[in-house]
Nanobody, 127 residues
């Protein structure tokens, strides 16, 4: 059974940093496309970043380019999202996702419905 568990969220001042972690069970992060999404109550879920471990390709939403970095630790089977220069607009519930087709990360990040595996989320609040 595949399971994703996020951690590392919390409250931080504007300009600060957080590193989110996604521990994967029943799946190997090096073999599957993985990503991070976020959602604010009352709004649709939006893609933040995605990675194709096969080639090391990454894709970021315009709103986080230059500030967020997605990576994985194959030895620990963990996906990370390093978030720097955080802004109040980054406040959201952040979700780890896995299993989307890796034909195009640019397309996958805009289509939450094609990701079959999701974590429960971790809250990030920037004041």
């Amino acid at each position: 059974h595949v399971q994703l568990v996020e951690s590392g969220g919390g409250s931080v001042q504007a300009g600060g940093s957080l590193r989110l972690s996604c521990a994967a069970a029943g799946i190997t992060v090096t073999d599957k496309c993985m990503g991070w999404f976020r959602q604010v109550p009352g709004k649709e879920r939006e893609g933040v970043a995605a990675i194709d471990p096969r080639y090391g390709r990454t894709f970021y939403a315009d709103s986080v380019k230059g500030r967020f970095t997605i990576s994985q630790d194959s030895a620990k089977n963990i996906l990370y999202l390093q978030m720097d220069s955080l802004k109040p607009d980054d406040t959201a519930m952040y979700y780890c996702a896995a299993g989307a087709p890796a034909w195009s990360l640019a397309i996958a990040i805009t289509r939450p419905q094609i990701w079959p595996i999701w974590g429960r989320g971790t809250q990030v609040t920037v004041s």
